[in-house]
């Protein structure tokens, strides 16, 4: 079995220390990366998409497009504003089902303060069979060039939270795309999801702003999370 790296960004983190530490966290796997971006990038097999503008539809595309340069069997799909631990990548998934790590803190950047709660699943940490990734963004893309959804809106839609990010993880009945199923995992120690200005998609970020609290809501400052030391890191 092979495992890679698939990595999409839209290069506005490039040369910020939040840009580079998640790059030198996702090199410490030692793994195969495949890049697709919007600028040129000296990180692993990179291809570029010239002339488009940050878009959902766009970020779609990016994934599609590394996922089948990649030759991987199975692949870890990697943002540029996540720190992975390496512990993350110490994972052989058991089936061909798309796994998403839940053991991820969100830090609300610069504060001394991150979040976690109960199966906080996200795209940046899924690891899947690759083909099967492959079938359900054509799928996707599909579907946005059918319902004629905007491709240049640099701004989150609404249809795409409406949709769901996560394959698997969002039934037709309640919104989603597709029925297919997922499953969950832990890390040993967590990975780092950076919430901060320039952040594509806008999920909440304080209890008050969910609909429903989500279960088991936990909040500590920095120094608390296992297997990090962020304050030294980013020299606050």
């Known amino acids: ?17 939040i840009g580079e530490m998640s790059k030198k966290t ?9 890049s697709c971006t919007l600028k040129p990038i000296d990180f692993g097999q990179n291809i570029v998409l010239e002339g488009r503008v940050r878009s959902h539809p766009t970020q ?5 497009i590394a996922l089948e340069t990649s ?12 720190l992975y631990h390496i512990s993350h990548f110490d994972y052989i998934p058991p089936t061909d089902n798309y796994y998403y790590n839940i053991n991820n803190w969100r830090w609300i950047y610069p504060e001394d303060l991150a979040h976690t709660y109960d199966e906080l699943t996200a795209t940046s940490g899924l690891c899947c069979n690759r083909e099967r990734a492959i079938k359900h963004y054509k799928y996707r893309l599909e579907l946005y060039e059918e319902w004629g959804l ?7 839609p609404r249809w795409a939270r409406r949709f769901g990010y996560e394959p698997g993880t969002k039934k037709k009945k309640t919104g989603g795309i597709t029925n297919e199923d997922h499953a969950i995992r832990r890390s040993e120690f967590p990975n780092i999801d950076i919430r901060h200005a320039k952040t594509f998609t806008r999920p909440p970020i304080r209890l008050e702003q969910f609909g ?7 909040e500590i ?4 999370i296992p297997g990090w030391n962020l304050k030294e890191l980013f020299n606050l």
């Open 26 to 34: 996702i090199l410490e796997s030692n793994l195969p990366i495949v």
């Open 212 to 218: 429903r609290p989500p279960t088991n809501w936990q």
């Open 60 to 64: 779609t595309e990016q994934i599609l």
């Open 71 to 82: 030759t991987s069997e199975y692949v870890f799909f990697c943002e540029h504003d996540v």
């Open 1 to 17: 079995m092979s495992i890679g790296i698939v990595y999409y960004s839209d290069n506005r983190l490039d040369g910020t220390i």
């Open 150 to 156: 905007d491709k240049t809106r640099g701004r989150e």
């Open 221 to 224: 400052t920095l120094d608390k």
